[in-house]
């Protein structure tokens, strides 16, 4: 099969040919129709993720979308021509999805939503799968809580509003002024980004802080976060919770922080099953038409995934597809 591997830290995409991979119990092949980019696998590119364990040379990409050709001995779930998605490689060693094939644990996958093409399915699982476990797993989110969203244009923030959104809360954003119109299309509340804190916690909850924040963003917009949650009951979930932070504003307030890490299943082998469930979720919602990705208008084959990468590294608007 064709797979496009980087060699070294920095270094152009390379067309290289690999034997087809052949599936053990637990796992399927699946051809790939589309490969998403996200802002890891350039890091990832780049030599930059000492955390996601991937060392080079190695075929990159988390995400993907495709058809299922073969399934390994007593592994059940799913038949020959299924068309699924899922995060299934890219990282811990593991190939990643810019290749025509590639090999994935059965339980790391759900059938993609009918009501998304294959390019929309791609650009989901890791944004997707990141914003629920933040929100559902770690927040519990309910129906009329005042859930708030850093960066609510961003990969993950476009999923994290959908996926509150449904579930019935009250949702607001920080975002750039340019953006506004994305998250407002939608119903949420946009507030500028340059707002100081205790100026949109007072317009929007009188003062009282609201009851769940995500933050996409890390650094100094989670130590605004720690203020800006309601006493006692208060959420605060950060999928980029790295570095120092002092957390005694968070304390003071009696509120919880719970961070989010998606490879965990991916580099520890434990937990797979629980990615497939949560897709399958995100399934119902899609063809529900309560949750959908926003695309980047530029549209990547296999002769471009330099662009596509650099694309990303550069910082799209809207999520990043190699097609194949």
Known sequence: MRAYRVDTAGGPFRAVDLPEPQPNTGQVVVKVSASGVNPLD??????????????????????????????????????????????????????????????????????????????????????????????????????????????????????????????????????????????????????????PTADYVIEHTGGEGFDIIYDTLGGPVLDASFEAVKRYTGRVVSCLGWGPHA??????????????????????GVGHEHHGEILRQITLLADRGQLKPLLAIEQFGVSQIAEAYDLVARGSRGKVVVEF
Not at 100 to 118: C, G, H, N, W, Y
Not at 137 to 153: S, T, W, Y
Not at 168 to 193: C, F, N, P, W
């Open 42 to 195: 350039t890091k990832i590119r780049a030599g930059q993720a000492a955390h996601a364990k991937q060392p080079l040379p190695a075929v990159p990409g988390l995400d993907m979308a495709g058809t299922v050709v073969a399934i390994g001995p007593d592994t059940s779930g799913f038949h020959i021509g299924d068309e699924v998605f899922g995060m299934v490689g890219g990282v811990g060693g593991v190939q990643g999805t810019l290749a025509e094939f590639v090999l994935a644990d059965a339980a790391l996958l759900a059938l993609k939503p009918a009501a998304l093409t294959m390019r929309q399915s791609a650009a989901l699982p890791l944004a997707t799968i990141t914003a629920w476990e933040g929100l559902v797993d770690r927040a519990n989110v309910q129906a009329g809580e005042k859930v708030l969203v850093h960066a609510g244009g961003g990969g993950v923030g476009y999923a994290a509003v959908q996926i509150a959104l449904a579930r019935g809360a009250q949702v607001y954003t920080t975002i750039s002024a340019d953006k506004r119109s994305i998250v407002q299309e939608l119903g949420v509340t946009a507030i500028d980004k340059s707002t």
């Open 247 to 268: 957390l005694a504003p968070l304390s003071f307030r009696a509120g919880t922080y719970s961070g989010v890490f998606t490879l965990l299943p991916l580099l520890s």
